[in-house]
């Protein structure tokens, strides 16, 4: 074993000891995260609104801090483009937090379009390669092609829900692999 095979070995053996150390702490991040996704799936319009308002907090603070930081460094040719782009932000956000129904809707159709254009980006770059598995990467595909589409046909009502679900979804699965990885690294044998 070489000196980096070693040291890798040895980094590994000690993130595992401190994950075994603290399972609890990942266990109970877990089951809050499902939680939060559950409740997230059982009101999506809720979950939906208060994306749409973390959003545009965020934006509003990004905005604040990239038109500061402009003017810091004013000098090096780049003002306009942070002026810029600190407007942009500071406008969005604006908007976001003043309608955010009404920015839930817009961001909806954004991903509806995504969805569809990357569905079809998949599709043909799978069906041009003669790659194994390429029937899964045309699958993959197809999947999104198809979530797009239904929500593209269902907008703007799905601009209400599809943001809240899509959290909801990801917060429960990201809860589940959490709880999974606690009882994983919870039966670790302890470092010697």
Do not use: K
């Not at 932000?89 to 995504?114: D, E």
């Amino acid at each position: 074993m070489n000196q980096y095979d070693a040291a890798r070995s040895s980094a590994f053996a000690d993130m595992a000891e401190h994950l075994r150390r603290n399972w609890g702490w990942l266990m109970a991040l877990g089951v809050l995260l499902l939680i939060l996704g559950v409740i997230a799936l059982a009101d999506s319009v809720a979950a939906t609104v208060v994306s749409a308002l973390v959003f545009g907090w965020i934006l509003l603070v990004a905005g604040i801090v990239e038109g500061v930081q402009a003017f810091r460094h004013r000098a090096s040719g780049h003002l306009l483009l942070h002026v810029l782009n600190a407007v942009l932000a500071l406008v969005v956000g604006v908007v976001l937090l003043q309608n955010p129904v009404g920015g839930a809707i817009g961001l909806t159709l954004l991903l509806a379009v995504y969805f569809v254009v990357a569905g079809v980006f998949r599709i043909v770059a799978a069906w041009s390669t003669h790659a194994p598995g390429r029937g899964w990467l045309i699958f993959n595909g197809i999947v999104t092609l198809v979530l797009g589409l239904l929500v593209w046909s269902q907008w703007p009502v799905s601009g209400l829900w599809v943001i809240g679900v899509f959290i909801g979804i990801d917060l429960i699965v990201a809860g589940w692999s959490q709880i999974m990885t606690a009882m994983a690294v919870r039966n670790l044998p302890a470092r010697a």
